[in-house]
């Protein structure tokens, strides 16, 4: 199991600190972020590291985009959760 509070994740075999920056584009790219989507967004995120064991470093809003600075396990890749 990964130990979360360690600075540097430890998994079976490997040691790791890979940190990913994913940029989420909102349709057309229209202004559709406001204060009380950003909260729901923000709430959900936070629960990621307990179930995926995704850590959120940084959510950063715009009124069409979201810039998210996170690390997770190099097991799994930047696609793995879009559907093609």
């Not at 979360?4 to 202004?31: D, F, G, P």
């Not at 967004?41 to 850590?55: A, G, L, P, Q």
């Not at 690390?71 to 793995?80: A, H, I, M, N, V």
Request: with cysteine; aromatic share 14%; charged share 30%.
């Amino acid at each position: 199991m990964v130990d979360l509070e360690n600075k540097i994740w430890h998994w079976y075999h490997n040691i790791s600190e890979c940190y990913y920056h994913l940029q989420l584009t909102v349709k057309y790219r229209r202004a559709l972020l406001n204060k009380k989507l950003e909260k729901v967004i923000v709430d959900t995120m936070s629960e990621f590291k307990e179930r995926y064991v995704i850590e959120m470093n940084e959510i950063g809003f715009d009124q069409n985009h979201i810039h998210i600075l996170c690390r997770f396990l190099p097991k799994y890749s930047g696609e793995d959760g879009i559907k093609k």
